[in-house]
């Protein structure tokens, strides 16, 4: 079974432009969870999804949105980019979002200059 | 709010010592723990875990026991090598709503030496 896959693996952006990542979870998952990962702030979760619909958001500013299709697949997308963005992107996926066990991408380094 | 704290690194060890990477949490409820690895340019993979008090999480050589009175969950391996070496995560896991959120302390480098 194919793991969880996010494209692009890497990205270059200017300050003040935007972003989308995208995310394909494992087949039969229908919860997606997003995670920025930066070496001062360590891992804080974005938001997750499940059936298209977002569930839980963290605390990040509304330049962070995210949505669901219906496939599961999800995507992510930050507006006006500032060089605080700068970060690995991870993506998990679950069976339901309430199971123990999330999946990981090997997530979308984004540098802002 | 929750939170997840864990020793400082980087740690560096030589093959076949015993490693102990320390783990304590603050949460509301009542979470369940993990221990995730990130192996360089690569995402995270569930090493092991642990959903009450008591239990022992166990993988690959690695041990964490599930601690509520003294809010812990050490990762201990008896006798570490070179592909050990990696970054370690403590988490915990806590349902909000319909939904899991897992809340992660800030990451110890570990590196074996031969």
């Known amino acids: 079974k194919a793991g969880v896959t996010q494209t692009p693996r890497y990205l270059i952006k200017t300050r003040g432009q935007q972003v989308t990542l995208s995310c394909s979870p494992i087949s039969g998952h229908r919860s997606v969870s997003w995670y920025q990962q930066t070496p001062g702030q360590g891992l804080q979760f974005l938001f997750e999804?499940?059936?298209?619909?977002?569930?839980n958001k963290g605390n990040f500013p509304g330049r962070f949105s995210g949505r669901q299709f219906s496939n599961s697949r999800s995507e992510m997308n930050v507006s006006t980019l500032e060089l605080g963005d700068s970060a690995l992107y991870l993506c998990a996926s679950s069976l339901t979002g309430q199971d123990y066990e999330q999946y990981f991408g090997p997530g979308t380094r984004l540098t802002v200059t | 709010g929750n939170s997840v704290t864990q020793m400082e690194g980087p740690v560096t060890l030589s093959e076949e010592a015993f490693l102990t990477i320390n783990c304590t949490y603050t949460?509301?409820?009542?979470?369940?723990l993990f221990w995730y690895v990130q192996y360089p340019g690569e995402g995270l993979q569930l090493l092991l875990k642990?959903?009450?008090?008591?239990d022992k999480g166990s993988n690959k050589g690695f041990e964490a026991t599930y601690r509520k009175e003294t809010t812990s969950f050490h990762l201990e391996k008896g006798s570490v090598q070179v592909s050990d070496s990696a970054v370690y995560f403590c988490a915990l896991s806590e349902r909000l709503g319909s939904a899991r959120q897992l809340t992660f302390g800030s990451g110890t480098q570990l590196t074996v030496l031969p």
């Open positions: 642990a959903t009450k008090a008591d």
């Open positions: 999804y499940f059936s298209e619909t977002q569930r």
């Open positions: 949460a509301t409820g009542y979470p369940s």
